[in-house]
């Protein structure tokens, strides 16, 4: 069997390779364009390549039996889903807040969170569902902290399927509903901070949770002399 995995997140590379490093079957592992810089030296060695999904050839899509998404940033063309058997493994819990950061707009509307793994169709993060497991959101997290726990729950859905993806034993559950979508202009609008807008404190906290996630600048504001200001929350439980 020929196998693909695209990815653009390190944790998920890493978790791959070593799975690979296991297995009999031929597995190949890309990132996006985009992404490859953090993949530099793997990329050397021969690990992982680069691939633009919108480039493929017809021999790529006759080459590989079954591919799966890993947080990939690139969506998955309609001739690739038609033709190759392909599954997501997405940080969120379908069919709520499908798109982009789904744990930050949770935080931010109540909707339920969680990882979803799903047969691929041509819509994003859309298809019928294989499993899913749902995270609870605290008071005191963050996007962060609901991210890490997302992305555990990620690897535990790809260490109970994998082998039975692979030998087609899995139902389809069709999602009911389809949901809502936010994309990264969505986001790039909430980091805008208005500062004249009324909300209640509770308001403000979600805001800044679901903003803060280490590592990242995400909300800001900008000074009475226009300096970009930046805003995280930190929360001690």
Not at 104 to 121: E, R
Not at 164 to 178: Q, S
Request: net charge negative; hydrophobic share 35%.
């Amino acid at each position: 069997m020929k196998i693909f995995f695209i990815t653009d997140n390190r944790k998920w590379f890493e978790r791959i390779d070593s799975w690979r490093k296991e297995r009999i079957e031929d597995i190949d592992i890309y990132c996006s364009p985009t992404s490859a810089e953090p993949f530099l030296n793997e990329i050397e060695e021969g690990l992982i390549s680069i691939l633009d999904v919108n480039l493929l050839s017809k021999n790529f899509k006759e080459k590989f039996d079954i591919g799966f998404s890993c947080h990939c940033k690139q969506i998955f063309p309609s001739e690739l889903v038609e033709s190759v058997r392909c599954f997501n493994f997405h940080p969120g819990l379908n069919p709520h807040n499908r798109g982009w950061f789904p744990q930050v707009f949770s935080i931010l509307n109540g909707k339920p969170v969680g990882a979803t793994l799903h047969k691929m169709d041509e819509k994003i993060d859309h298809g019928p569902i294989v499993d899913q497991r749902i995270i609870k959101i605290t008071d005191w997290d963050t996007s962060k902290s609901v991210y890490d726990r997302v992305l555990q729950s990620e690897f535990n859905l790809f260490d109970q399927w994998i082998d039975r993806l692979l030998k087609g034993e899995f139902k389809e559950i069709g999602l009911e509903l389809e949901g809502n979508y936010n994309s990264i202009s969505d986001f790039k609008k909430l980091c805008a901070i208005d500062l004249d807008k009324r909300v209640s404190f509770k308001e403000a906290i979600d805001y800044l949770r679901a903003m803060t996630f280490d590592g990242y600048d995400n909300a800001y504001f900008y000074s009475s002399d226009g300096r970009k200001i930046y805003v995280s929350l930190n929360i001690k439980v």
